[in-house]
């Protein structure tokens, strides 16, 4: 059955053949025909109609937010209720006690989850994916205590509000929420910024590796997913005349959402409508048979859901050639490149600089007062026997690891307390020894990405289109990395590093697993690495015949500390080295 | 003399605190997945030992064998039908099994709610207090506190000096390592949830005697669970024993000084403090 999921997960998410700039225009017709047939269907229909109407609307204005958060930065919230009720009682205190007319009064209690969201994420945003969806949990919690002591906003009692708006008032303010809650959704999946998103919720290690400003992102989109609900929240409360901390902060809110999501497909852009839409009607119908089921039946679809559908009805209509993603921001064709980047300039400065670094996790020393430069001009490979401290030296360059003792220089000056991604940003690209690429991306977008903060700025466009190039992938430009062998996979993995337009290139074991030829092709790469504009690349290999020829100097490390430097040849035979990985005949 | 008293309920109060946590550890420990059904299975636990008690006027302490079996093998198979088809996923398998641990959760919820209805229910028995220097022992408390160290203990002794025990901690420090050693990996997991399961429905068996549950506040319970097991380190079982003691006493103490309601939100204003100061908890382990 695990295969049978696993076959299922895997559906590549764009169609091959087909990239265009921007949506279809037949498909923007429908979009926009069905959005103004929704707002003036008040003038046709009967009141339950209508009332259904705003009761889909509602749910899916609030599975629109909680997919943002949940499907596509991938932080699981089981408490965007909370949302939900901050905005009712905004919305409400600031009728009651202030006379804002509703509307407005909704909009500015949206504005105020925001920033709620934004105070919350600083915190809750830095744990991991079950510490976030827990603490979500818990803070609705938290949330009905605090209003049932709070007097100013009527404590357990409740606020009655003044009957004021009228079913078609409703309808409309609903179905002004939901477009701009779906505007939200297709700005994150199909806008280059919301690119950072997605690559967020892939991998978010290798996303802070290119230059993405991972927490930033994951806060601005926590910020996103508050704004809907604590608008429909605000719209709830008028529409019942009255709030009260359990009705606001109702789990089971969450619960019905989070089907509701699921179901239709959970990280898309027509998933939550169109769960929403199937499943409030399917249980218009349903909930008069079985009242005291409906939990449990929710629950059993979300189980059923995830165990046999797990991208919902939108993964399913996928399956068949229906409702897949574009790619973002995708030409037809793969430009060719007008202005590829100059080459670097020449010079001997020090690039990078390592003085007297040492690395500690507990009681193991990884890096012992380990000190070494890369100069401009120069490929420097490091070698060493496995646990020698190759990759905790490029983890310590690239921001993610501390060192414990000793500093590392950038052309110059000490970057200490420069997070990962802005090292990335300014010019320190790596790959990674298993290659970490966001696998619900195509190729093209995975370069995109980095392009997007590559130091050259201007058109990142093109400088993803010339990575490409010159990594020798375009054919497969819209391929997802699932589908490349392991080799492109690590090609893949240089085109992003290009993509930076970085000064200094650290690879980590770039030729491992690779055939002969996969290896001429890198190796080609890297002999013109000063034409390319990278000022100066370091390696860290086990394939020692595939850098030695093309490396100006060698490096060797043996359990944390440096034990050997100089031309590859002379290195090669140096007795401690030799020592090293084979041991010694006594 | 009134902080000797609330030092000794918190003591005795972090006895089942304990409890309630480990079963959580050990799911996470062996599987990586935190079960948020355990909330709902400790209160249907403790609403059927309600029941149980109102019915045949028995001791509730009857209950906790023949309830732990059958929940060693309820939870074996729900974890062979719902969880084992996900573990083989790869990355989404964290958020995709949260899930289908939300679902179960609202379905036992939902069935208990059908059966004992929704409101607050908690056993007037083993409600007398012995006197001892001059401290008061709510019996109940040492009853459901005891039998929590007991078990917990077991537990631990289990784990560290049996074969079958130690196979299980193989599995949850290093998966790969432990199937080499020859461990069914796929049996471990079944394992460990069972556990899991069966400790969390004794948990419930203890609770009901010290406080009021009701369905559809079960959730509360896996949030209380989780609090301890982060505070202490996911995963990390003497961590979870200091942290769930330290609740006990802090709740103990502001429930004294500032009233119900703040006793309430104390789970979660530890929590955020040490996430902030202190994230891999209390304990050691790191994972």
């Known amino acids: 059955m695990g295969q049978w999921l696993e076959r299922r997960l895997s559906a590549p998410p764009t169609t091959p053949a087909t990239a265009a700039r921007g949506p279809r225009p037949l498909a923007v017709a429908i979009l926009v025909a069905v959005i103004a047939g929704a707002g003036a269907m008040p003038l046709f229909t009967s009141a339950y109609v209508l009332q259904l109407a705003t009761d889909i609307l509602t749910f899916a204005a609030l599975a629109y937010g909680w997919n943002i958060i949940s499907g596509c930065t991938g932080y699981l919230s089981f408490g965007q209720v909370s949302f939900f009720g901050i905005g009712a009682y905004a919305t409400s205190v600031l009728v009651l006690r202030a006379g804002v007319p509703w509307y407005l009064a909704a909009l500015i209690a949206a504005a105020f989850s925001g920033v709620v969201a934004a105070l919350l994420g600083t915190v809750m945003l830095r744990l991991r994916g079950i ?75 290798a996303a802070s590796a290119i230059g993405v400003p991972t927490a930033r992102i994951k806060t601005a989109a926590f910020i996103m997913s508050a704004l809907a609900p604590a608008a429909v929240g605000g719209l709830v409360a008028w529409n019942r005349s009255f709030i009260d901390p359990p009705s606001a902060f109702d789990p089971t809110l969450d619960l019905q959402v989070i089907v509701f999501a699921l179901f239709g497909g959970i990280g898309t852009l027509w998933g939550p409508a169109l769960g929403t839409l199937v499943l409030v009607i399917v249980g218009e119908q349903f909930w008069a048979y079985l009242p005291d089921l409906q939990l449990a039946l929710y629950g059993v679809l979300v189980i059923a859901v995830v165990l046999a559908f797990p991208g919902g009805v939108v993964g399913i209509a996928n399956r068949f050639g229906w409702l897949r993603r574009r790619p973002v921001l995708a030409p037809t ?254 | 003399m009134i902080v000797l008293q609330l030092v000794v309920n918190g003591v005795l109060l972090g006895g089942t605190y304990i409890l309630l946590a480990q079963g959580l550890n050990l799911i996470f420990g062996v599987m990586g997945i935190v079960n948020i059904a355990h909330g709902a299975i400790i209160t249907l636990a403790g609403l059927f030992t309600y029941w149980f008690v109102t019915e045949t006027h028995l001791s509730p302490l009857l209950l906790i064998p023949p309830v ?19 573990a083989k996923l790869g990355r989404s398998r964290e958020l995709l099994t949260l899930m289908v641990t939300f679902g179960l959760s609202y379905v036992l919820v939902e069935t208990a709610l059908n059966f004992f209805g929704s409101q607050y229910v908690s056993l007037p028995d083993l409600q007398t207090t012995w006197s001892v220097a001059g401290l008061a022992f709510n019996e109940a408390l040492v009853a459901a506190g005891a039998l929590g160290a007991l078990i917990s203990g077991g537990l631990y002794i289990w784990l560290r000096y049996t074969a079958s025990g130690q196979a299980l901690l193989a599995t949850s420090q290093n998966p790969v390592g432990a199937v080499t050693c020859g461990i069914d990996v796929r049996r471990m997991r ?6 899991g399961t069966a400790l969390a429905a004794t948990a419930g068996i203890l609770l009901i005697l010290i406080l009021p549950l009701s369905a559809p506040t079960a959730d509360t319970l896996t949030i209380l669970s989780f609090v301890i097991v982060a505070l202490g380190g996911l995963g990390d079982y003497r961590g979870a024993v200091m942290a769930a003691l330290l609740l006990g006493l802090v709740q103990s103490g502001v429930g004294y000084y500032l009233g119900g309601d703040a006793e309430v939100v104390v789970p979660y204003l530890l929590l955020i403090t040490f996430m902030v100061v202190r994230p891999q908890g209390i304990g050691h382990a790191t994972r």
Do not use: C
Request: zero cysteines.
């Open chain 1, 131 to 205: 510490m976030f969806a827990l603490g979500m949990l818990g803070l609705a919690r938290i949330l009905v205590v605090v209003a049932s002591d709070w007097n100013y906003i009527g404590a357990a009692g409740g606020l009655t509000l003044p009957a004021e708006l009228t079913p078609i008032a409703v309808y409309l303010a609903m179905w002004v929420t939901v477009v701009g809650a779906f505007a939200l959704n297709y700005f994150v999946l199909h806008s280059g910024w919301g690119l950072s998103v997605t690559g967020v919720r892939d991998e978010e290690t």
């Open chain 1, 333 to 586: 064709t793969l430009p060719s490149v007008s202005r590829p980047p100059q080459p670097a300039p020449l010079g001997d400065e020090t690039i990078i600089e390592v003085r007297d670094l040492t690395v500690r996790f507990g009681g193991l020393v990884a890096l012992n007062g380990v000190s070494l430069s890369v100069r401009r001009g120069e490929m420097v490979s490091i070698i060493g026997a496995n646990g020698a401290g190759k990759t905790t030296l490029f983890n310590a360059i690239t921001g993610f690891v501390k060192p414990s003792e000793g500093g590392v220089f950038y052309q110059g000056k000490s970057v200490s307390d420069i997070p990962s991604y802005q090292r990335a940003r300014q010019g320190i690209a790596r790959t990674f020894q298993i290659p970490r690429l966001m696998e619900s991306m195509t190729v093209w977008e995975n370069t995109l990405l980095a392009a997007r903060y590559g130091k050259r700025g201007g058109d990142a466009v093109e400088q993803a289109a010339w990575a490409l190039h010159t990594v020798k992938l375009d054919a497969l430009w819209l391929e997802p990395p699932s589908k490349l062998s392991p080799g492109q996979q690590r090609r893949l993995e240089m085109a992003r590093a290009l993509a930076l337009d970085p000064t200094v290139i650290l690879l980590d074991e770039v030729m491992a697993g690779m055939t002969r030829d996969e290896q001429g092709e890198i190796r080609a790469v890297l002999r013109h690495f000063r034409e390319l504009g990278v000022a100066a690349v370091a390696g860290v290999e086990h394939v020692i015949s595939a850098i030695a020829d093309i490396s100006d100097r060698m490096i060797v490390l043996d359990r944390g500390k440096k034990i050997a430097e100089g031309k590859p040849d002379a290195v090669l035979r140096d007795p401690l080295v030799i020592e090293s990985y084979l041991g010694k005949v006594s």
């Open chain 2, 68 to 86: 732990f079996i059958v929940m060693l093998v309820v939870g074996g198979i729900l974890q062979r039908l719902l969880l084992e088809p996900l």
């Open chain 2, 190 to 195: 079944a394992i460990a949830f069972a556990l």
